[in-house]
């Protein structure tokens, strides 16, 4: 439902032409390079192909919960946005399939049913990004995407869909990922440290000399994915797991000593925990 007092702007292009910028306008094809249009509404605008590339949408409000601006139901497909500035952005049912979101700014935007198709979103920042899960609600859709080098510390994407996508020295620290589908997508050299996993789609996924400190995968099958060089030696990497968690080759693959010493190397505060676990048994061991 579009706003009793829909706010309609104008600007003038990249090109010199002047746009009026409304719901449900049509823009396509129009050269929008670096415009600053924090309270413009276009909810349900067609932006297919458009040059939106360091464009500003954001109003600078971080203390809301909710995001500011309107680009509810918008097309965005094959739109080159990048370096843009979406961040707490409701981008609900925007249709940004095939567009350019190179480096773009998403922090904080609200994703229900929006569709990242076959994007480009190298080194896009999606941290705190968020959708409503829950029955009914569709979650965003990001297959086939690249999503290599982004950031998406603290988000909710559950029932996400990463299917085929390229997402290579990812940051997923923290992130709520349960149900999330990651078929066949390149996640090698990822940080899920902190992260969950329950019952993730994980077939044919590629998560190699990825970080799996105190992640949670509780009911999730990882028979079928690549784990290699990931350390899964529980009184180091802290990793929650049950009885409906499935190994490849059914069980964890238990590391040797050059990799547990690179591990500590590489994560000091596994070594502080086994210093720590060392001292209380050596005082245990004196009180015998």
Same mark, same amino acid.
């Given at each position: 439902m579009l706003p009793r007092e829909a706010l309609v702007t104008q600007v003038v292009g990249s090109d010199g032409r002047q746009y009026i910028l409304g719901p449900r306008v049509s823009l396509v094809g129009a050269d929008l390079h670096g415009i600053v249009c924090q309270d413009a509404d276009l909810s349900f605008a067609d932006l297919t192909n458009a040059d939106l590339s360091g464009s500003?949408?954001?109003? +600078?409000?971080?203390?809301? @919960?909710?995001p500011k601006n309107l680009l509810v139901g918008a097309i965005l497909r094959g739109a080159n946005l990048e370096g843009a500035n979406l961040g707490y952005v409701d981008l609900t049912s925007a249709d940004l399939t095939g567009s350019n979101l190179r480096g773009a700014n998403l922090r904080g935007t609200k994703l229900d049913k929006t569709n990242f *198709?076959?994007? +480009?979103? *190298? #080194?896009?920042?999606?941290?705190d990004a @968020?959708?409503?899960? #829950? &029955?009914?609600v569709e979650s965003a859709n990001f297959s086939d995407a690249n999503l290599s080098y982004a950031n998406f510390s603290s988000a909710r994407l559950e029932n996400a869909n990463f299917s085929n996508c390229n997402l290579s020295h990812s940051n997923f620290r923290w992130v709520k990922l349960n149900e999330a589908n990651f078929s066949y997508a390149k996640c090698d050299h990822c940080d899920f440290s902190m992260a969950e996993l329950r019952k993730a789609k994980l077939q044919g996924t590629d998560l190699s000399d990825s970080e799996f400190t105190s992640i949670d995968v509780c009911g999730t099958d990882l028979t079928g994915c690549n784990l290699s060089r990931v350390f899964l030696e529980d009184e180091f990497s802290c990793i929650k797991?049950?009885?409906?968690? #499935?190994? &490849?080759?059914? @069980? #964890?693959?238990? &590391?040797?000593?050059s990799e547990i010493l690179e591990y500590l190397r590489r994560n000091p505060r596994a070594l502080r925990r086994l210093e720590k676990k060392n001292e209380r048994t050596s005082r245990e061991l004196r009180r015998m």
């Open positions: 500003s949408f954001w109003n +600078g409000d971080t203390l809301s @919960n909710q *198709t076959g994007a +480009g979103m *190298t #080194r896009a920042d999606l941290s @968020n959708w409503k899960s #829950r &029955p009914g797991c049950d009885g409906d968690t #499935r190994w &490849p080759h059914g @069980n #964890r693959t238990m &590391p040797i000593e």
